[in-house]
């Protein structure tokens, strides 16, 4: 993994930590781990690949998410950033379980391993926040839990990042490191239109909350409510939240008059 000849750093909220070492406390809804802050280790994305990743994270008021593909000598050097069908809303991204492992082989078929592929995790929070909510957490660790490394990376409204390293041979650990720009390599210019039509294919905006009565019946009768976008027994998962979070999705609420009923100011569960 190289970090050598970076040329800009992007800001993050990292930078007021003044040491390596310096422990900071991390919470989620499972687990709370302490996780050294390593500025020997930065991740580094092409101009091109964070220019597409925040021409996405533009495109609406919604999160977006993708993976970040690098090349097998440089495992943190994002070249670029793919996504696949998924549904997003303001506060969760979705990914198509199918688009997943088509996913898998396309990069297979390409000559690519894993490490190259599935194991940088970006996306996107359309708040000023990069602070990863327990949700994010929970689905980083089902997810990448087994895998030898992987990085969370996660970019705010304002270009705030989050980037967390955790590796899970010997004993294990977190990492938070720093994000940075690389201009020293060779990158494409951008291409809107491709975007364009990439985001049309693979993004599809749903409302976070679901109202019961517009459950399909099949859904009904097998009491599967895992196609939303947030869990069907959405108050309890709300008290058990955390206070930043559940900050987070009151404000979005209060900027999202469509979700309620003017006359009889009730907001549609």
């Known amino acids: 993994m190289k970090t050598n000849n970076v040329i800009s750093q992007i800001p993050n909220q990292q930078e007021n930590q003044t040491s390596s070492t310096q422990e900071i406390q991390k919470s989620s809804s499972q687990v709370k781990k302490k996780i050294k802050y ?13 220019a597409k990743l925040l021409y996405f994270r533009d495109a609406s008021d919604n999160e977006v998410g993708g993976f970040g593909i690098t090349e097998p000598d440089d495992l943190l050097f994002v ?5 696949i069908k998924q549904q997003v809303t303001a506060v969760s991204v979705k990914f198509d379980d199918q688009a997943v492992g088509d996913f898998f082989e396309d990069q297979v078929d390409l000559g690519r391993k894993p490490e190259q592929f599935a194991r940088v995790w970006l996306h996107s929070h359309p708040a000023d926040s990069p602070e990863p909510s327990s949700i994010d957490e929970e689905t980083f660790e089902r997810v990448f839990g087994n895998c030898q490394w992987a990085i969370m990376f996660i970019v705010a409204q304002n270009n705030r990042t989050y980037a967390k390293l955790s590796f899970n041979v010997g004993p294990g650990g977190q990492v938070l490191i720093p994000v940075e720009i690389d201009y020293s390599k060779d990158f494409n210019s951008s291409d809107r239109q491709t975007w364009d039509a990439e985001y049309k294919k693979n993004i599809k905006a749903v409302s976070w909350m679901t109202e019961p009565d517009k459950i399909n019946e099949t859904t009904k009768a097998h009491n599967d409510y895992s196609n939303l976008a947030l869990p069907y027994d959405f108050l309890e998962e709300f008290e058990n939240m955390e206070p930043q979070e559940r900050q987070f999705i009151l404000d979005e609420l209060a900027d999202r008059p469509d979700l309620w009923d003017e006359e009889s100011e009730v907001m549609f569960l």
């Open 38 to 50: 390593n500025r020997k280790l930065a991740l580094r994305f092409s101009p091109t690949a964070w």
């Open 79 to 83: 070249t670029e950033f793919v996504t």
